[in-house]
């Protein structure tokens, strides 16, 4: 299970100026089954896209056993595509479809026949061969799709959302039957979804990816447990995460309570991210146990579980996810286990730009003129922005913003929301709000001029 | 219910006035009188003279029904194939270039007969190409291909553009991927784009009017308007009109009980 | 698909050369003489010539005549064969395009022989009823088209927000088939303004319409006066095309 059957070196590619792909460092080894995960837009059916053949790569390698794949064509490459649509040949029945790769190999027609056979079987489509791919439902359809793939014996079979077009029962037991067909082939797979419970539940290997950059590689129970950033957090099921303090080696603050936690190496007094996944809250009746106390504002009940959603005594909202429920409006005490507790170093503390003084009182950064004090400072001046995330306004009437943007990502943070914007500029400017917005909202960004802190730059690029 | 009698009477009621022309040709078909309208007795003779060729103006007006389908046969299948390359050369444009030539496209079918044949002929005339079967077909291209083209662009949108990365990823040449998996998706439209040419051809007078020349080239409009112009009708056309509509009629009604039939099943 | 969009390559050459450089030379023989020296004369012609002029007129109101009447009777025609409840044959639909079939010369011929024999005189109403006969198919089946194909729920809709029938087609189902419309106004207003044997025939060569002048002009070979009044058709197609905003979707229909 060592042996690297594809290695991805330093893989960049951008459509039109805007970088889709960063620098993507990846191996995957023979017989694995590895997920690229991510929202869309994120750069992984790219990737998928570049190991088929379909799109080259701007820079960068991808090898299969050691050769360069660089400017193979995709009939050439000995791997196979499942496609999101599934694409079957609508002029073809379900027997030349899955015929359509052998017969270009010319191989003898018995021998075809056999191997229909055997992978119609596989894909449990046994009395299908006559039929028409048109009067097929989706999942059917979806399983001729594989079939055609797999009967070709790829090296790698590449899967590009093959479940996203059928319905939640179908996607479910279709999960069941892919991971059962790669235990038999023991052909690698390389999955591409931005379903995380599909992910979690079908893959050895799982890339989280954002964009166009790997967030994190690790198996389901890594990524799940000890996710390295907010984002990956956010994006893999439930979680509470919230703004805290390293106190000092095992002890964090969040939620204005102190914690016991599991954590070491962060320093003291070292602001961080931390995320408690919403089963990892517990209710207790013991004063002794109880580590803060909260007031349940809403129960939901999930089939499984029950959904709750709790305000602390110290202002934060958490999301608790319990087999037993409490009524609305009750007050109850709860406690985390320190090994619930992940803590995660924040990626950022502020926005920070290069700017440049443009005159009196006014600063350029964000591709566009803003408003303040620069004294001190003089026209022409290199200068380093620095912009608080709570300082950062953003407006319904674009008309009267200094720029605009999109909401790109929302993350809820117990008591604000924490959103990434996209300015026009192309840039990230990060926000917290306690204002409903929705994302991909169109906003007004505005910023108050004593808000914007200015350090002056050298030339080249150090601070005086 | 009454809504529905009135609605069939008015269906009818057009129809009647629709196919009144046609059968009235067919009718006078079986007589032997020379100008329609002229009942001289119920007779088989003009369909008897137009397969023996047993009338004054004959050879003319056999070489003119094959002229007309040798034009249309050979305009049409060109349009097809360069209607076709073009439609996924098109389709796979961007930007302005795809807008121009698809304004351009446009232009034949929205201008009238006369305004392509005078264009074509000043064209001919300022090129001082001949004209012949060669300036015929070459205008009936012109405005057969924008069909074909319109045909089957929707063929490119409807289909999964996944299927030809799909051939090429089971082992398709470019070659291959185009000859064994998209003209065989493209099909039913270059056959509809073909039918449709294949008619506007046939039923062209203007455009071959004015593209003609004048050596004689003769097709069944243009043949038809210069015996008109001449006063007599040649009264072979009645029998070959009613056996052309008669062709068309059961060729039609059968294609359309067959597509009914596969609906229903 | 890569470099596939080169392969409209020959195609816009062929489009240049047979499409776009014929129009061009429209233009350049309208302001040539015999010669081929440039002059305003061939236009100046048109606007003194009385008889060209009131042709023109003509053709303009015989054309808006049967149009318009085409959409009367073609209208109705379409409604009723795109109603599921009143027409369920997909046969009728298409008798009415059956006759295009047939040489239109020789319908029209036949049409005229019609009247004759019934004993009505040959002009302008034996014109407008033939042309309406023989255009009448490419009003009704771009209304048609665009009316099956309509969603049916918007009429439910309306209904349901309490328009009665008739409000129902007039704020709903006839905006919605406008574009239907535009592409039948398109495919008879064009080709009634420029035909010419067809005219000559329904009224035996005693009104000339704008086809008729264009034809005799180029066969007499006075070709830049001739390409000169197609120059002031071209005009009127490009004004009439902008103002009813050809709408593709129609002309697609026309396929079989």
Redesign the interface.
Known sequence: MTEHIIDIKHLSKSFSGKQVLSDINLYIRRGEFVTLLGPSGCGKTTMLRMIAGFLNPDEGDITLEGNSLIGVPPHERPLNTVFQRYALFPHLDVYDNIAFGLKLQKIPSEEIDKRVRKVLKLVSMSDYEDRDVDTLSGGQQQRIAIARAIVNRPKVLLLDEPLAALDLKMRKDMQIELKEMHRQLGITFIYVTHDQEEALTLSDTIVVMNDGRIQQIGTPMDIYNEPVNAFVADFIGESNILAGQMVRDRRVAFIQHEFDCVDEGFGEDVPVDVVVRPEDIYFTTDPAKCQFKAKVNSCTFKGVHYEMFVDTDTGYELMIQDYDPYPVGSEVMLYIDPDDIQVMKKERMANVYEGEVTGEGKVEFLGTEFECPTDGFSSGDKVRVTVRFEKVDLLDHVEEAATTGHVEFILYMGNHYHLTVRTKSGEKIWVDTNDVWDKNDYVGINILPEDILLEKVEEDGQEV | MAKKIFAKLYIALILVVLYAPIVFIAVFSFTEAKSLGNWTGFSFSLYKSLFTGGMQNSSGLISAVNNTLLIALVASAIATVLGTVAAIGIFNMKGRSKQAIQFLNNIPMINPDIITGVSLFLLFVFLHISQGYLTVILAHVTFCTPYVVLNVLPKLHQMNPNIYEAALDLGATPMQALRKVLVPVLRPGMISGFILSFTMSLDDFAVTFFTRGTIGLDTLSTFIYTDARKGGLTPELKPLMTIIFLIILVVLLAMNLKKTKNQNE | ??K?????????I??????????L??VL?SFQDASGRFTFANITKFFTDKDALSTFALSIEVAIENTALCIL?GY??AY??A?K???RS???V???I??????????????A??F??AGIQLGKGTLLFGMC?DY??FMIYPIYNTLAKMDRSYAEAAADLGAGPFTVFRKVTLPLSMPGIASGV?MVF??T?????IS??LTNNKIKLF?TI??EN?NNSM?NY??AL?LI??II?GLT?FLGK?D?AG??G???
């Open positions: 698909m890569g596939r969009s080169s392969w409209a390559l020959p195609y816009a062929f489009l240049i050369l047979f499409v776009a450089v014929p129009l030379l429209v023989y009777i109705p025609a009723i064969l109603d409840q009143l027409n997909a046969v009728t298409v008798l009415f059956l006759p295009m079939w047939v040489n239109a010369l020789m319908r029209t011929l036949a049409t022989e019609l004759t024999m006969y009448l198919p398109l064009m080709p303004v420029s035909t010419f044997a000559e025939f086809g264009i034809q180029i070709w001739g390409a197609s058709m071209l197609i095309s050809k593709e002309v697609q026309g396929a079989v």
